[in-house]
């Protein structure tokens, strides 16, 4: 990374909050993981939003069919529940967020309908 100083990307470093494909962004544009880093922590450092709410969202996006990062998930869980949530909100989360799965279904079924149709099966 040079004689840069990157510093979102040092305090992202030292937490416990860093994927391991950084490394690679990082030797590759570590100007883009910079932006990137500093960008996706401005809601954390600010915001109307209690920081339970922000953990409970963050296991949400960690747990969703497009995203499906366990160590996210671990973590926020944990911040989670140092901020007071209680299993069943956690539990809902990952309900509500299990809702984005279905449309695997809804989205294949009926193309499979009409190529099964097309194929006269």
């Not at 954390?44 to 922000?54: A, D, V, Y």
């Not at 998930?73 to 809702?99: D, W, Y």
Request: proline fraction near 7%.
């Amino acid at each position: 990374m040079g004689d840069k100083t990157y510093p979102a990307t040092e305090a992202q470093r030292q937490s416990d909050d860093w994927n391991p494909i950084w490394d690679m962004m990082a030797e590759m544009d570590p100007d883009y993981l910079e932006a990137f880093l500093a960008f996706r922590a401005v809601p954390q450092k600010q915001g109307p939003l209690p920081q339970k709410t922000k953990e409970l969202i963050f296991i949400a996006i960690n747990a969703a069919t497009t995203h499906l990062w366990a160590p996210g998930v671990r973590r926020h869980m944990q911040n989670a529940l140092k901020e007071g949530a209680t299993k069943e909100e956690i539990l809902e989360v990952l309900q509500l967020t299990s809702i984005m799965g279905v449309h695997s279904m809804t989205l294949g079924a009926p193309i499979l309908a009409e190529e099964l149709e097309k194929a006269g099966k």
